[in-house]
């Protein structure tokens, strides 16, 4: 025996699986594109930064240890010069110029030794004559 109202029976349930797939793919298709575009604007933010905050200073004058210098240039024009001013305890001042990748992303070295100086060391990022980040890490007294 047949059911007569078998076709009826079968648009409503489609109707209520299209509402109950499409619906929650559509959302989720909505949220994945914003989540994609939060993060995309997080890589954009210019900064600079070094591995650690703090070192250790090395024993010798002849021994050394290297910090990561990483960051990011916002609007950056391959071939341009970036400027890296590094601040003293003693505020004086040493600057290292380098390049960034044609996506604006920094990674330089820079090298402490028995000789540095024991305390707070500012960096200052530099694009086109203009300070953009900064971020600092300390030498401790080697123990």
């Known amino acids: 025996m047949e059911c007569l109202h078998s076709p009826f029976i079968q648009k409503k349930y489609s109707k209520n699986m ?5 619906l929650p793919m559509l959302i989720g298709i909505l949220v994945v594109g914003v989540i994609q575009f939060t993060f995309a604007e997080l890589e954009k933010v210019t900064y600079i930064a070094v591995d650690k ?5 090395p024993q010798s004058k002849y021994s050394y240890q290297q910090i990561t210098i ?3 240039v916002e609007n950056y024009t391959r071939g ?6 590094i ?5 004086s001042q040493e600057e290292i110029n380098t ?6 992303e920094i990674n330089t070295l820079f090298q402490i030794n028995g000789d540095s100086q024991i305390g707070v060391h500012k960096i200052i990022l ?3 004559g203009v300070e ?3 971020t600092s890490f300390e030498i401790l007294k080697n123990q």
């Open 87 to 91: 601040i003293y305890p003693d505020e």
């Open 80 to 85: 341009d010069v970036i400027n890296i001013a």
């Open 126 to 128: 530099k694009y086109n």
């Open 132 to 134: 953009l980040a900064s």
């Open 99 to 104: 390049y960034a990748t044609k996506k604006g």
């Open 70 to 72: 990483i960051g990011y």
């Open 18 to 22: 299209y509402g109950k797939i499409i």
């Open 53 to 57: 905050e703090q070192f250790e200073q």
